[in-house]
């Protein structure tokens, strides 16, 4: 398989939590893998390591002893690291708020050597689960500030932040929550800050890569404008120098899902729900007619048209769904006595406006992807747009791209996958419609 030269290791040391000792692991580790995804809020390195006991002064001082043995690993340690491709391109984590050891297992010992698996989490990860930052404060301001102030705040990060601003505002103390936990929910109620957005489109996405954490809205993630699409081609050829003008690189190996499960769709509310909200005030359901996906999808869509379907099923729902009305709490810490009275039977969170819209569009946006291998590009990240130009399948004298594959994709998913001879960048790509669009 064609690929460029292995990747640099820079820095990888691992430092003790029970003396000052510390040791640069980069010479016993054979194989890597850096992980990012738009599903976690936190960024994984796994690591395999082989060494043969010489690695670090024992504390008696009458020869040397492996890391495991004197560093004491037990996890939580101090991780510094960074790596770098052929071009230049860095993942750096050198701060000492950057990097935790999460897990150290498949612990294997023979005479001659031992190997292990390290898992290195982001800092983030284990303040997570700390009592002390739990989300107990009110909350008064858009959704976008509320999470700034939960990662700032709270979980007290100094990586950087961002951030699309949302349209709809959020009032409700934090009930001892994790803060990703609290995030993750906001991110389900948020309505982005665009034009006519109000009750027709919801829905963002939270995560974190080595440039810093993402709440970004679902509507904007297929919007090239502003930024920069690489673009990559699967051929036949194996040489560096059959990569047409225009593209970056070549796609090394593909595999596109083309599963079309439109009854899961369905059955799932992708295309039509009807909402039934219970009033604990009044002991009622006010029921609204059916919500249905736009033709057009919501916000930008990666191609150019959605999936069509039977005529007959347009317009309808497929799922009844019954939340509560979220009544009270929507007054402010200034407002006076009679302000608060007057908002606590104002609803905090307006179902009809978010629910139904939110779920569609989730559903929507994730609804075809591919998996594709390119030589190792350690600028991508997980959330970025890619153009990805397939053959296509067919008789042809001359082969062409295939129109129904070929386009923008979002990576959902990345790994970067490393040893002592080669590395590559694998990526899980996602959209929610057909065609190639023009970038």
Not at 15 to 21: F, M, P, V
Not at 53 to 63: E, L
Not at 139 to 148: A, M
Request: glycine share 6%.
């Amino acid at each position: 398989m064609l690929t460029k030269e292995s990747l640099t290791y820079n820095k990888f040391e691992v430092y003790s939590n029970s003396n000052k000792k510390f040791v640069d692991i980069r010479s016993g580790t054979p194989r890597i893998e850096y992980r990012e995804s738009v599903f976690i809020p936190f960024v994984m390195i796994n690591v395999f390591v082989i060494e043969t006991g010489n690695s670090i002064d024992s504390d008696t001082g009458d020869g040397l002893i492996s890391v495991l043995e004197g560093l004491k690993l037990q996890g939580t340690e101090k991780v510094l690291f960074e790596i770098e491709d052929a071009s230049g391109n860095k993942i750096k984590f050198t701060d000492d708020d950057d990097l935790r050891v999460a897990t150290v297992s498949r612990v294997s010992q023979s005479f001659k050597n031992i190997t292990y698996a390290l898992n290195v989490v982001s800092k983030e990860a284990y303040d997570n689960t700390l009592v002390e930052t739990r989300v107990r404060r009110k909350f008064d301001g858009k959704i976008s500030e509320c999470v700034r102030t939960i990662l700032t705040q709270d979980l007290k990060t100094k990586k950087n932040i961002d951030i699309d601003t949302t349209l709809n505002t959020y009032t409700k103390w934090g009930v001892d929550d994790y803060p990703f936990e609290k995030i993750l929910d906001l991110q389900q109620i948020a309505i982005p800050d665009i034009q006519n957005a109000s009750g027709k489109t919801a829905g963002y996405l939270f995560w974190q890569t080595s440039e810093g954490f993402k709440f970004k809205s679902l509507d904007k993630l297929f919007d090239s404008k502003g930024k920069k699409v690489k673009r990559y081609i699967e051929n036949k050829k194996v040489d560096y120098a059959s990569i047409p003008a225009g593209f970056d690189d070549k796609i090394l190996h593909s595999r596109i899902d083309r599963t079309i499960d439109a009854l899961s769709q369905f059955e799932s509310g992708a295309y039509g729900t009807v909402i039934e909200v219970y009033d604990p005030v009044n002991k009622t359901y006010d029921k609204n007619t059916p919500f249905v996906a736009p033709p057009e999808g919501n916000g930008i869509i990666a191609g150019k048209e959605l999936p069509e379907f039977n005529s007959e099923l347009k317009e309808k729902a497929t799922v009844r769904i019954h939340p509560q009305r979220d009544i009270g709490q929507t007054f402010g810490s200034g407002d006076s006595f009679d302000k608060q009275v007057e908002k606590n039977t104002v609803e905090g969170v307006v179902m009809e406006e978010v629910l139904q819209q939110a779920q569609q569009n989730f559903r929507q946006k994730f609804n075809m992807s591919a998996e594709i291998i390119i030589p190792a590009d350690f600028s991508l990240h997980a959330g970025d747009l890619v153009y990805c130009e397939f053959p296509e399948l067919s008789t042809k004298n001359t082969l062409t791209k295939t129109p129904k594959d070929s386009g923008i994709y979002m990576i959902s998913d990345l790994c970067h996958y490393g040893d002592k001879s080669k590395t590559y960048t694998g990526l899980h790509l996602v959209r929610d419609s057909f065609g190639v669009k023009v970038i």
